[in-house]
């Protein structure tokens, strides 16, 4: 039985559960802990700590995975963090989860995994500095806003130097302000181009400066929704990196 931890030991504990030992479920997660996967409806019936340990243990049956914490966003109730896994043939990738707490365990979690790899190095979080919350939430409302078309944003909401990684691939990817700005019009110039609204409650984190959010994006043209997750980092005022990772599927709840 593990002892009380906080979000850091929360987030090293549940990439050493899918890595080495699935019976870390247990301290962990609730009795009614669901997930939701991006890209595979395996895990929507996957409910608790017992029934994670199975599915774990058949998964590493198949596929021995090792997964590693970068990026905490630590918000107290909630957290979010982005990782890295190194698969059984050497390749690496990048992810995202969103983990909401109910007393001290995960109660919902949401996984979001590019097939490719930042290779970046991760900001330090004293390079941020505190940041105030509303503050931070403001970003996020305006980073939406660009992201629905607002290109003209960037100039303002970016520091010189930002870098976004995308999830979609490389061509998605944006370094500075004005490779941002023409990515946002090229997105809107086409025909599937997507509505994003943001999904539940970000996930603030003032002591780093970071924040991350789900989001809902629903295509003007077909009213299609799938779930995405952005992570974000703040400096001097200013959005200074960016992860975007969009699913193929609808969130669940």
């Known amino acids: 039985m593990l002892s009380v931890m906080d979000n850091e030991k929360r987030m090293t504990t549940w990439c050493r559960m899918w890595s080495e030992d699935p019976s870390l479920a247990y301290g962990l997660m609730t009795d009614d802990c669901v997930q939701w996967s991006n890209r595979t409806a395996g895990l929507d019936t996957v409910v608790g700590p017992a029934e994670q340990e199975r599915f774990v243990t058949e998964y590493r049956a198949r596929q021995v995975n090792v997964f590693s914490p970068r990026v905490l966003?630590?918000?107290?109730?909630?957290?979010?963090?982005?990782?890295?896994?190194?698969?059984?043939?050497?390749?690496?990738?990048?992810?995202?989860?969103?983990?909401?707490?109910?007393?001290?365990?995960?109660?919902?979690?949401?996984t979001f995994v590019a097939e490719r790899h930042c290779e970046q190095s991760d900001p330090a979080p004293e390079a941020a500095g505190r940041t105030?919350?509303?503050?931070?939430?403001?970003?996020?409302?305006?980073?939406?806003?660009?992201?629905?078309?607002?290109?003209?944003?960037?100039?303002?909401?970016?520091?010189?130097?930002?870098?976004?990684?995308?999830?979609?691939?490389?061509?998605?990817?944006?370094?500075?302000?004005?490779?941002?700005?023409?990515?946002?019009?090229?997105?809107a110039e086409t025909d599937d181009r997507s509505a994003v609204t943001i999904h539940r409650q970000p996930v603030v984190d003032p002591a780093r400066g970071y924040v991350a959010?789900?989001?809902?994006?629903?295509?003007?043209?077909?009213?299609?929704?799938?779930?995405?997750?952005?992570?974000?980092?703040?400096?001097?005022?200013?959005?200074?990196?960016?992860?975007s990772m969009t699913g193929t599927r609808p969130f669940r709840y």
């Open 73 to 110: 966003v630590d918000a107290g109730d909630r957290f979010a963090y982005l990782w890295d896994v190194r698969k059984a043939d050497g390749e690496v990738w990048t992810g995202i989860d969103v983990n909401v707490l109910s007393g001290d365990r995960i109660r919902e979690n949401w």
């Open 132 to 187: 105030d919350a509303a503050t931070i939430e403001e970003l996020c409302h305006r980073w939406v806003q660009l992201r629905n078309g607002r290109a003209e944003l960037a100039t303002d909401l970016v520091m010189g130097d930002f870098d976004l990684f995308s999830g979609a691939g490389p061509d998605s990817d944006a370094h500075g302000p004005a490779e941002l700005a023409d990515l946002i019009e090229r997105q």
């Open 213 to 243: 959010f789900l989001w809902n994006a629903e295509t003007r043209a077909g009213g299609a929704s799938v779930g995405g997750v952005d992570l974000l980092t703040v400096r001097s005022g200013r959005l200074a990196r960016a992860w």
